[in-house]
């Protein structure tokens, strides 16, 4: 979409690439990072300052205590992270749960392993899932869980009575649960994310992967992380190291003086500057018929497609982006083969810059 979307000039909101500012923090570290000489490899899990910096971090955000010396690897980028736990903790044939719709990597990467997926589902308008479902999944081969909060694609931000449930479920089952936090500074309307990996039950048995991509603007410079127990960390570190050896050594120290230095105001801002953004384009969509389902986290939105033209979500979502040009991600990218939901959904993504959002927004409502 992104291509086609350049073939016509229009305006992107398909592909999550936030192309909001930098920290000025963070930026001008990059430069001094460079000039002190840290360009070189780091050590296989990251430079202890950054490891530092994330335990700090995971303590006083998300109530996690982690050894930065043997509970964290830093690699390249969440997607990265999820990668090294994946193949560290999942064998040819696992199955994992994963909720539908789902994000695309999260698929990619348990097929890269050779694990099978097996999909549970996220009913809007507030994604809710049944539990009976869930317990109708398990099979002998049942290996781990993937939960995404708040969740691409459809801005779902599960509850602390979700995560108890989950824990139970997890303990009953002997599952791993992969977490991914990256969107976990933006939330709205009183939703607050909740660390799985907080609750009775996962402390033990959670990988939290997490990274700056998002919450820095920072998507090019792959600096994620993963932290759990320390016997899944080092086989985790251990394969970081053979897949990545590291993530890049200045841009380490660059997230590093961010995490040390923004304060609780600057991650309050960062919801409210998206919050507005999603109100404002959530209306424009309205007003354009495409019904939205309103995300309580993270900078997407899916969109109830029926009203346009085409039989799949890639048609309606063609016919959009030649009618308003404006790029949207169609429903298959998000759901399995031959799933109907998929016709009739297309995302997007609204981390742009005001002048292209109100651009977006003004294409929609003609």
């Known amino acids: 979409m992104s291509v086609e979307c350049d073939k016509v000039g229009g ?43 994330l335990a700090l971090k995971l303590k006083r955000d998300n109530g ?9 690897v830093v690699s390249a980028g969440s997607t990265g992270a999820f990668y090294c736990a994946a193949i560290a903790l999942l064998s040819p044939g696992d199955e994992v749960i994963l909720f539908e719709p789902y994000y695309g990597y999260h698929l990619s990467t348990l097929q890269a392993v050779e694990a099978k997926a097996v999909y549970a589902t996220l009913r809007p308008p507030d994604w809710s899932f049944d539990p009976a479902e869930l317990e109708s999944l398990i099979t002998p081969r049942t290996r781990a869980i993937m939960v995404c909060t708040p969740a691409n694609p459809c801005g779902k931000v599960w509850t602390r009575a979700e995560l108890e449930w989950l824990g139970g479920f997890a303990e009953k089952h002997d599952l791993v649960v992969f977490t991914d936090e990256i969107y976990e500074y933006i939330t709205y309307d009183g939703h607050k994310h909740i660390s799985p990996a907080t609750i009775p039950g996962l402390a033990e048995r959670a990988v939290t992967i997490g990274g700056y991509s998002k919450t820095y603007a920072i998507t090019g410079w792959r600096i994620g992380y993963s932290a759990c127990r320390a016997d899944w960390a080092e086989r985790i570190g251990q394969l970081n190291d053979l897949y990545y050896v590291c993530a890049p050594s200045p841009l380490q120290e660059a997230v590093a003086a961010g995490i040390e230095t923004l304060t609780p105001d600057f991650y309050a801002g960062l919801s409210a500057e998206y919050k507005a953004k999603r109100d404002k384009f959530c209306a424009a969509l309205t007003k354009a018929g495409l019904k939205p389902f309103i995300p309580q986290g993270a900078y997407y939105v899916l969109a109830d497609a029926s009203g346009l033209t085409g039989a799949t979500g890639k048609d309606k ?6 009618r308003t040009g404006v790029a949207s991600v169609p429903g ?13 959904i297309i995302r997007f993504c609204y981390a742009k810059r005001e002048k292209d959002i109100n651009e977006a927004c003004r294409r929609l409502e003609v």
Do not use: W
């Open 332 to 344: 298959e990218s998000f759901y399995r083969d031959g799933s109907k939901e998929a016709d009739n």
């Open 11 to 53: 305006i992107n909101l398909a592909q999550g690439v936030c192309d909001t500012d930098v920290p000025e923090v963070v930026a001008a570290a990059v430069d001094k990072a460079v000039r002190a000489g840290a360009n070189s490899y780091t050590r296989h899990d990251g430079v202890a300052r950054l490891r530092n910096a």
């Open 317 to 322: 979502a063609m016919e959009l982006l030649r």
């Open 64 to 72: 996690l205590r982690f050894d930065p010396e043997n509970q964290i």
